[in-house]
């Protein structure tokens, strides 16, 4: 993990999905758990809802308290920078990447790491939607300590 000097300034990111209730929250939550000394850490979405109450649920269950996470969209000034500017953005939905990238105000600093959404899920009953849960979990945690040990190799994934 790359260390910072005490004057360097932290590495600013914004984990993006379409409500700002599920893996974008997740992504916020595990980068601040991993590297709570590297990043400025946020997350937003262009419409905002509740954070998804089966993950906040799920998540306890398997001893990660998700229950001060906040959704925001980009105009929520209580939670995110009042210049709205940001190092990196990821969209961890490719929906919202495809849609949102070449016209958003972060040209040159956009990621697509797209992690799941609920869209996608299959499950019949309470126990597949918790593994389904669990294992986005798991792919969001795997990206993040993959990708966020070093805010340089993060700008290299850069892609729009």
């Known amino acids: 993990m790359a260390l910072l000097k005490k004057a360097e300034k932290k590495c600013s990111v914004l984990f993006v999905d379409s409500l700002n209730d599920l893996s974008s929250q997740l992504a916020e939550y595990y980068t601040r758990k991993f590297y709570p000394g590297l990043y400025d850490v946020y997350s937003a979405g262009p419409k905002h809802e509740i954070v998804d109450c ?3 649920s ?3 269950c398997n001893g990660e ?8 969209d980009f105009a929520d000034e209580r939670f995110l920078p009042k210049d709205n500017q940001f ?3 990821v969209y961890t939905e490719k929906g919202v990447f495809d849609s949102l990238a070449h016209k958003s105000p972060w040209q ?3 990621i697509c790491a797209h992690m799941g959404c609920r869209d996608e899920f299959t499950a019949t009953d309470d126990a597949e939607l918790a593994e389904q849960l669990l294992a986005m979990a798991d792919r969001v945690s795997a990206w ?3 990708n966020m040990d070093d805010p340089d190799k993060l700008r290299s ?4």
């Open 87 to 89: 190092d990196i953005v």
């Open 58 to 60: 799920v998540m306890y």
């Open 144 to 146: 993040v300590k993959e």
């Open 54 to 56: 089966d993950l906040l």
């Open 65 to 72: 308290d998700l229950r001060d996470q906040v959704s925001k």
């Open 108 to 110: 040159g600093r956009q």
């Open 157 to 160: 994934l850069v892609s729009a």
